[in-house]
């Protein structure tokens, strides 16, 4: 009896292209939803269910808020990953690839951050550092510094010089 081999092709210059194409769409849109809210309509609002549509639109594409098309992008994208990580991570661990604990750890890293993404997991972690100082610039959100720690931490870790 043989053992069949599965392969999967993917071309990387497609798919980067598609999802270079539904990102450009998605900011495209989220532009259009800015210039609606702080410029003139080209159009005019005649009722409430008008100004309730616009609304809508503004807040479920702009691409500064939670819970809406561009977030919903971004958490599939992270699941994906994750998922073809998890993938590759059951590969190496069948060969005993010598980095198939990095590829499990990374799969894991995708995993987090697209459940995080989904449900705003980050937002919460901002709470516990409300009574940090204030910062101006990059600093003034407070989540990027147990961020940072984590991923020196995680640089660390996938480096040669340090095995899992």
Known sequence: MEKSQQTINIKPTKVAAIL???AFILVALSLTGQS?????????LHSATQEFFLDLFIDKFSV???SNIPTTFNTLILAIASMLTFV???GKRALKDKYRNEW????FVFLYLSIDEAAMIHEEFS?????????????????LIPGSMVVILLALM???SFSI
């Open 20 to 22: 270079l194409i539904l």
């Open 127 to 143: 709470r516990l550092f409300k009574e940090a100082p204030d910062f101006s610039g990059w600093l003034q959100y407070k989540w």
């Open 64 to 66: 500064n808020t939670e």
């Open 158 to 160: 996938f480096s040669d």
């Open 88 to 90: 590759i991570a059951s």
């Open 104 to 107: 499990s750890l990374l799969a």
């Open 36 to 44: 609606f809210r702080f410029f003139t309509l080209p159009f005019e």
